[in-house]
């Protein structure tokens, strides 16, 4: 379908903080010439039109509407995205295509339609754009989407707090900008926090002039989707400053399910962000996700631990995976670990590991062995088990 189109880079801008994003967009116009910025909006959704500009540095080139697509804004976007970006190709002026995302909308997926499409399409960098002061408030916020009118559709039950944390830990690039911030001045506790949660990130200032071209330096989907992949994410480290706390939280012994069970809401409370991977006496073939922010937690199965699977089954996994399992490799339980972190100012250093290490097997329930741990009173089966 490319033909003959010249290569065009594509980068993508993403982020909850309209204020700092549309900086960080405006920035990279000034600073790359023959830069071209592709925006949905999805404000009118709910009317059935989602509205496209294309613009430059010297104002607006385009605008135009796509349908809904099955009542979804994001879909539409989805759909129309690739032909406009292939049509921008085709003029062969552009030096770089920036996507600048609608506040909820999240990078990881538009990522990976900007990669299918393939050539001459070419994605070279993301990027979440982040006010430092608004990070706090943000995680901490429970709301659903479609209560503060930034739902993509009809049935998006996401929250501001876990939707936020998803854009801010999927890029290699935060584009942190600050000046001008209707939350005030950050504070160095909004720069830990920021730091400490984002692990695989370069921060970038907005105003320094290089946003632009760190945006060019090109950016791997597979590794990025392999560093929020609960069996081998890229997870925050132990640290403690400027009154913001990591704590990370590794055991190899299983958790008991309903002494899990009946501490979840605390656990859940506990700090601004947690995740991890985890295990249950009651399932010790399946790696459970452990997702939480703005007080609310998502438990999810992922799969079987490589533990649980043959050994012909090895070659399948990705590398990132492998490696991952074997630096936790218990001579007893194979990969199968607990491997939780809780990121928050304030956090509770002591009362937390003293909570999660009460939701254990005991040494007498260890003892009794894997046959005793199955039969178990079950506890998780409304939560990984659904009725649909």
Do not use: K
Not at 117 to 142: E, F, I, Y
Not at 219 to 231: E, S
Not at 286 to 298: H, K, N, P, V
């Amino acid at each position: 379908m490319s033909g003959g189109l010249a290569r065009l880079p594509v980068a993508i801008v993403a982020g909850l903080h309209a204020d700092a994003r549309r900086a960080a967009v405006e920035e990279i116009l000034r600073s790359v010439p023959g830069a071209v910025v592709l925006h949905h909006d999805l404000t009118s959704a709910v009317d059935g039109r989602v509205r496209r500009t294309v613009r430059d540095s010297g104002g607006l080139l385009d605008r135009g509407e796509a349908p809904l697509v099955n009542g979804c804004a994001c879909c539409a976007l989805r759909e129309d995205l690739v032909p406009e970006l292939l049509r921008l190709a085709g003029e062969g002026r552009h030096r770089l295509a920036v996507v600048e995302l609608w506040d909820s909308v999240e990078p990881q997926a538009i990522a990976g339609v900007v990669t299918a499409a393939g050539a001459p399409l070419a994605l070279t960098g993301v990027t979440t754009a982040v006010d430092p002061a608004l990070l706090l408030p943000c995680l901490t916020d429970g709301d659903d989407l479609a209560d503060v009118g930034l739902a993509a559709a009809a049935t998006d039950r996401r929250t501001v707090a876990d939707t936020f944390a998803r854009q801010l830990e999927y890029p290699t690039l935060l584009a942190v900008a600050e000046d001008g911030s209707a939350a005030g001045p950050a504070e160095d506790r909004d720069h830990a926090l920021l730091s400490q949660l984002t692990p695989g990130a370069r921060p970038v200032r907005v105003g320094d002039g290089r946003l632009g071209v760190a945006l060019l330096e090109g950016f791997d989907v597979a590794a990025a989707a392999a560093r929020l992949h609960p069996a081998c994410a890229l997870l925050p480290q132990e640290s403690d400053e400027h009154g913001v706390s990591t704590f990370v939280w590794r055991r190899a012994r299983p958790f008991h399910p309903q002494r899990l069970h009946a501490a979840l809401e605390d656990l859940a409370c506990a700090a601004a962000r947690s995740r991890g991977r985890f295990w249950l006496a009651d399932r010790p073939d399946t790696l459970l996700s452990w997702d939480a922010a703005g007080g609310a937690l998502c438990v999810e199965s992922v799969g079987p631990w490589l533990a649980a699977l043959p050994d012909a089954a090895w070659e399948m996994v990705p590398a990132e995976r492998r490696l991952a399992a074997s630096l936790d490799w218990h001579p007893e339980h194979g990969d199968r670990c607990q491997y939780l972190t809780f990121t928050s100012p304030g956090l509770d250093r002591e009362g937390l590991p003293a909570l999660l290490d009460s939701c254990l097997l005991t040494d007498d329930e260890y003892a009794a062995g894997r046959d005793c741990w199955r039969r178990l009173p079950p506890a998780f089966d409304d939560l990984l088990d659904p009725v649909t």
